[in-house]
C-alpha cells in the first residue's frame, strides 16, 4: 500500500515509480519511466519529461517567498516548474516554481533553482550551487560545488565555473534608491572558464573563452581568449591553444 | 484525512494550516494564521507567531549535537525556539533550540540557525546562511547567499552582508589550551556593510558604516564611515555621502 | 503506532528508536541504542554502529547519480555504507553508498560525504561540508564549515581546516581530454592547518604542520611547520612551538 499523497489529477507515466512518504500535487505531469525517491514534493502544476531520476527529499515547484524588506517585490504570476528529459534531480534539491530545466540536466544535492530561470540542455549544477532569480543558463555548462550565481545573470553554452565561485549584482551594496535601477548580475559568455574560489563584481562581463585564475578577483570586464589573474584581476597570458573552446572536437 | 503527527499538546491557532507527514511535538504553539508545508518538523516547546510561513522540510526546534571532540563541550539547558510573527522559514532549514527570531524575519532556503542565537525584526537571512551558536543578529538586517557567522558575533541593525562571506573566530586555529579564553567572533557595527566574497579575522571589529570591499581580507578593525580593501583590507576611501545609513531616509 | 516504513529484513538494536515517517531499506543493520529522528532514511545494506544519532531528514546510503556529461564514467558496484558507533549524523545530511565513516564522527546539518570515501574516528565534518568521492579523510580532523573537499583528495591525522576553505583537482580546468589523466585533489598532511577562507590549487600538497593563513590562495607545495600567507601563498615565518602538533600533549 502507497505511504505517499498523489493528487487525483495527477499523472505518472507508465513504469514511473516513487518511494515512501512523496507528495504529488495537483495536475502534475509525470513522463514514463521517472524514479522519485522517498520523501519527494512536487507542487501543483509540475511537469516532469520521461526518464528523469528525482532522489530523496526534493522539491520541485516551491512558490517564491517574499521578505518583508526585500528588494523584490512584485510578484509575478509564475508558470509551473517544467524539467525535461532524462535528467537528475539530487536529494534535498529546491526547484521553484517559474523555473524551466532543459533535457539530461544534473541538478546535484543540495543544491537551488530559482523562480524566472532557464537552464539548457546537458547542464551539470553541482552539489551546493544556488541559482538566483531572473538567470539564463545556456547548455553544457558546468557549475561546480557551492558555485553562486546572483540574480540577472546571464551564462552562455560550455561555461565552466568551478567550485566556490562567487558573484554578485548591487555596486550600491544596499544602500540608496538608485540601486534598484541597476541591479546587474554577470554576463559568461560562451566557453568562459572561471578557477576556484574566484569572484566575480556586478555587471561584469566575463567575455569568450577568458579564463579567470583560482582566486582572481574580477573588477573589470575580461578579454575574449587571455587568462586573468590576481586581486583585481590584470591580463596574464594567452590561454592555451589546446585549451580554446573551438579546438575541442566538441560538436555544438 | 490527516498524515501529519501531531502531539495532542500542541496548539494550532485559528485558520492555521499544514501539508503532509509533518510532525508537530509536545506543548508546541502555533499562532494564528500561519501556513506549514509538507514535511515540516516542530520540535518539542516550540512557540511561532502568527502568519508564519514554513516550507517544506523546515526543522525547528532541533536539539544541539555534541562531537567527541568538539570545542564546546557544556551542554545548558536550553529554552525552546521561539518565532515571532509575520515571518518566513524557508525549505529545509534547520533551526535549534535556544534560538528567538524576531517579526518579520525571513530564514531562506537551507540554512541554519544554532542555538542561542537572537535575531532582529526585519532581518533577512539569505539562502545557505549558518549562524553558528552565540550570535546576535540585529534588526534589518542582512544577511545574503552562503554567508557564514562564526559563533560568539554579534552583528547590528542595519548591517548588510554580501554572498560567500566568511568569518572566524579562532586566531590559534585550534591548537593550544590557550584558544579556549580567547575565541572571539566578529563584530559588525551598526550600517556596516561587507562585499562579496570578503573574510574577517577572529576578533575583528567592523566599524559603524564602514564598507568592506568585494574581496577584502579583513585583519584589522576597521574606521568608520570608510571604505576598505584589498589582501590584507586597508582604507581605500570615504564612504560616498549617498550611501551612508542616515542619508537613507530609513525611520529605524 | 509506527508511522515509520521499515523492511522486513532490517535489524534495529535493543533500544534504538525511530521518530515518523522513516524510511529503513532491505538488509539494514543498526546496532543498540541508537535515536534517529523524523524523516531519515536508510537504504539498503547500509550498517550503523550502536549509539548513534542520526537526525531529522538525514539520508544514508545514497546511490551516486552520473551526469549525462560527467567526467566520472565508471559506475562501480559499491559497497554499502557503513558507520562506525557513537557518532553523530545531522539534520538533512547526505551519505553515499560506498562511504566508510568510523567511530565518534560528526557529520554536522547539511554536509555531504560521497562515494568511496573514508573518514576516521573522531573527526568532525562541520555543517554544510562537502566531501566529494574518492577522498580518504584520517583520525581526529576538523573540517569546519562549508569546507569544500575536492575528489581524489588525501587528508591525514589531526588536520584542521577552517570554514570556506576551498579546494580544486584540475589544472585543466575543464578542457582538454589529457586532464583525465591527472585529475589530483589536495593532499594535507599530518597535523596542518589551513585558514579561513583559503583556496588550494589542483594537486597541491600542504606538508606535516604547515600553517596556511586565512585567505591564502595556495599554488605550490607549503614546507613543514611554517607559516604561508597571502596570494599567491609565501612562507611567512615559523609556526610558533606551542602551536605544533607534537607539543599538544595528545596521546595519538
Redesign the interface.
Given at each position: 500500500m502507497s505511504?505517499s499523497?498523489i493528487a487525483p489529477t495527477a499523472k505518472l507515466g507508465a513504469g514511473t515509480r516513487h518511494?515512501?512518504?512523496c507528495?504529488i500535487g495537483e495536475d502534475v505531469r509525470i513522463g514514463d519511466g521517472c524514479v522519485l525517491?522517498?520523501?519527494v514534493?512536487i507542487h501543483d502544476g509540475t511537469t516532469i519529461g520521461a526518464n528523469v531520476?528525482i532522489?530523496?527529499?526534493a522539491?520541485v515547484g516551491?512558490r517564491p517567498?517574499?521578505?518583508?524588506?526585500?528588494a523584490v517585490t512584485k510578484d509575478a504570476d509564475l508558470p509551473p516548474a517544467a524539467i525535461g528529459p532524462?535528467g537528475?534531480i539530487?536529494?534535498?534539491v529546491?526547484i521553484y516554481r517559474g523555473c524551466a530545466i532543459g533535457r539530461?540536466v544534473?541538478v546535484?544535492?543540495?543544491s537551488?533553482v530559482r523562480e524566472n530561470v532557464t537552464i539548457g540542455d546537458?547542464t551539470?549544477v553541482g552539489?551546493?550551487v544556488?541559482i538566483?532569480n531572473f538567470c539564463t543558463i545556456g547548455r553544457?555548462v558546468?557549475l561546480e560545488?557551492?558555485v553562486?550565481i546572483?540574480a540577472y545573470s546571464e551564462i552562455e553554452d560550455r561555461v565552466?565555473v568551478?567550485?566556490?565561485v562567487?558573484?554578485?549584482n548591487?555596486n550600491?551594496?544596499?544602500?540608496?534608491e538608485?540601486r534598484f535601477k541597476h541591479f546587474k548580475g554577470v554576463t559568461i559568455r560562451k566557453g568562459a572558464?572561471i578557477?576556484?574560489?574566484a569572484?566575480i563584481?556586478p555587471g561584469i562581463t566575463i567575455n569568450q573563452d577568458t579564463?579567470v585564475a583560482?582566486?582572481a578577483?574580477v573588477?573589470k570586464d575580461t578579454p575574449a581568449r587571455k587568462i586573468v589573474a590576481?586581486?583585481p584581476a590584470k591580463e596574464f597570458r594567452e590561454v592555451p591553444a589546446?585549451?580554446?573552446?573551438d579546438n575541442?572536437g566538441w560538436k555544438e
Amino acid at each position: 500500500m502507497s505511504t505517499s499523497v498523489i493528487a487525483p489529477t495527477a499523472k505518472l507515466g507508465a513504469g514511473t515509480r516513487h518511494g515512501d512518504f512523496c507528495v504529488i500535487g495537483e495536475d502534475v505531469r509525470i513522463g514514463d519511466g521517472c524514479v522519485l525517491g522517498h520523501h519527494v514534493i512536487i507542487h501543483d502544476g509540475t511537469t516532469i519529461g520521461a526518464n528523469v531520476r528525482i532522489d530523496d527529499g526534493a522539491v520541485v515547484g516551491k512558490r517564491p517567498m517574499r521578505a518583508a524588506n526585500s528588494a523584490v517585490t512584485k510578484d509575478a504570476d509564475l508558470p509551473p516548474a517544467a524539467i525535461g528529459p532524462d535528467g537528475i534531480i539530487g536529494t534535498h534539491v529546491v526547484i521553484y516554481r517559474g523555473c524551466a530545466i532543459g533535457r539530461k540536466v544534473l541538478v546535484a544535492d543540495l543544491s537551488t533553482v530559482r523562480e524566472n530561470v532557464t537552464i539548457g540542455d546537458f547542464t551539470i549544477v553541482g552539489r551546493g550551487v544556488a541559482i538566483e532569480n531572473f538567470c539564463t543558463i545556456g547548455r553544457y555548462v558546468k557549475l561546480e560545488t557551492n558555485v553562486y550565481i546572483t540574480a540577472y545573470s546571464e551564462i552562455e553554452d560550455r561555461v565552466f565555473v568551478a567550485p566556490c565561485v562567487a558573484t554578485s549584482n548591487d555596486n550600491y551594496i544596499g544602500r540608496t534608491e538608485e540601486r534598484f535601477k541597476h541591479f546587474k548580475g554577470v554576463t559568461i559568455r560562451k566557453g568562459a572558464r572561471i578557477g576556484v574560489g574566484a569572484v566575480i563584481l556586478p555587471g561584469i562581463t566575463i567575455n569568450q573563452d577568458t579564463l579567470v585564475a583560482a582566486g582572481a578577483l574580477v573588477t573589470k570586464d575580461t578579454p575574449a581568449r587571455k587568462i586573468v589573474a590576481g586581486i583585481p584581476a590584470k591580463e596574464f597570458r594567452e590561454v592555451p591553444a589546446d585549451q580554446l573552446l573551438d579546438n575541442q572536437g566538441w560538436k555544438e
